[in-house]
């Protein structure tokens, strides 16, 4: 009876067609096309509507809910970031961090090589030695436990390691990515051949993932949500083709997928479900079963920490964990808030491991497995998604793979002119970071930013020779690590940079231009023991007055310029006398447009000797007129933020622009 009464739930009500809500929502827009009106532009190759209806699936190319359903997890593992550089501390690090829930752990291990060095550097924790990995390993059990080295193209001596070390990993990764070396480097890291030979006996060693797909790295650079899975397709797919036909079932159970998870809070969902699609049609297309799972590993974007207000960096990651938890990530790093100024400690990392505890225990995103399935608008993203990865991997393979995309930079043009879209739009205020670019707190001191906090020290070597054996490397890396040689004396057999023929990308962060004008305003200040200060003189129209006093007082904020920003004025000439005209640097005229041309004038002659003149509001035709009779700046939404704040600091402190 009552699974009869919850059938007939809704039986009293008519179905709406399409047309009919279509109607409904033309009415309430006033006759506009809802589908150019309310269309989003998300700046990552992706245009979504407001309105989908179950009929959208109907049609759908790449839609196959089950093959997304069976890999996907509803738990996944918690990860850490490990900071230490000593291997000793970086263990006692490992045993506090399990104490505080976490299950997989995050270390870098990398090597750099510079032409005409002696010898090359480490980078992160320093394991250079058998015992620095025994020494970091040391009284621990990892079969609760994953982790993941960011080991590059060190990971044959890493690997190597933990082959000799006496301790079971159960689940270990390394993102060993040579193809994205070269995107960093601009040269490949082994000729073709030697290169060929590491990839194939690195697949399958030891039931490890030892094949990364780095797409983290090019989000890190500008590329958009598509851009990033095209591209991971394509060295997923350069690692099939170094591979034999007898070997390709074992190299795509070597695969690991590293991505971001970026800000737009539905697309990742959805960039994370389309994955496992495009994976299933990349295995079909090597004639692998499409039913082996793809690990996939995300990391909370850098992209959009701020300096600035920097606790919002929380809020940030607390949403894009959301995202690739409900897309079925396996494991998860949160970066901590303080990542862009501090070296890790205790307290933001603590923090950080706790968002994972938080959507796990309380929000209980652990218990549904593919929460978002059913959604029309995740699905049809999750298919539009798909389909545009897939097109973009086809422009890759067209160029002849990933190697020859970079060459011809194809690959770098396609993310700059992203990049430059995602500048833009943060520059002019269409994307919003809180606290730098809007909602500014023009009191607060930025911390100056660390450019990097990975900890780097030159490699150790020993008197001993190495004797090395190609065809058998980790096997052979082994027993010259148990014979106590170091990183130092072993690397030149998998590292061995050529000429610098592609042109590298570089990782940004969307805040820089707004930090490098904040940092200006407080050396400034330090200089001249004085804050620049903006006087706001509010005239006329209430409405106006408020709202443009509003504004004018959030764009200079951004600057860190003190604002003074008083009620309102009924004339200039009473503002004057209210106001101290030798007493501030800029004078901000707040009012209606029409009322301008009135205004205009008398602000000028009554401020004009004491400071730069800014109108806020966009003169439009007027522009040529108002600077005629004194104006010096206009402020008004939709203009180029950082450029004009730049060009008011240049005014007022008589100096060079700063670099960006």
Known sequence: MKKQKEKNLFSEFEPISRE???????????GADYKQKLKWETLEGLTPYPFYRSDNLESLEFYQPDSIRANINSTWKRCEQVSESDPVKANSELKQSIKGGADAFQIKCDISYSDGALSGNMIGTQIQSQKNFDNFVSDIDFSDFKLLFESGMNTPAILAMAQNSGTTFKDAAFFFDPFTYTAKHGREPLPTEKLTNVIHQLAGKNDYKTLCADGLFYHTSGASIIQELGISLAIASEYFACSNKENLNRTAKSIIFRLSAGPLYFPEIAKFRAVRILWANLLDAYGINNSLPLH?????TLQNQTLADSHNNTLRATTEAMSAVIGGVDSLMIQPFDSPFSSSNSFSSRIARNIHHIIAEEAHFGKVDDPSAGSFYVEQLTEEISQKSWEFFQLIEKQGGILDALKNRVIQSEIETTKNSKLKAYATGKRTLV???NYPNSDEKLPEPVITTDYTDSLETTDNSASIDSARLVDSLSENLRNSLFVGDLFASY???????????????????????????QKHTKSTQKDPTAQLVPVGSTKWRKLRATFASNMLGCAGFSIDSPIGFESVESASKKLNPHSTDIYVLCGADDEYPELIKPFCEEFGENGVLVLAGNPKDKEAEYRKIGIDHFIYSGMNIPEVLSEIQDQIFNTEKPSS
């Not at 009919?20 to 006033?30: G, T, Y």
């Not at 996939?296 to 909370?300: F, G, K, L, S, V």
């Not at 000429?499 to 200006?520: C, D, G, M, N, Q």
Request: glycine share 2%.
């Open 20 to 30: 009919k809500w279509e109607e409904q929502i033309k009415r309430d827009l006033n």
């Open 296 to 300: 996939i590993h995300a990391e909370t």
């Open 435 to 437: 606290g730098t670019n």
């Open 495 to 521: 590292l061995e940079p050529q000429k610098v023929l592609y042109t590298s990308l570089e990782p940004f962060r969307a805040a820089e231009a707004f930090e490098s004008i904040r940092h200006r305003t």
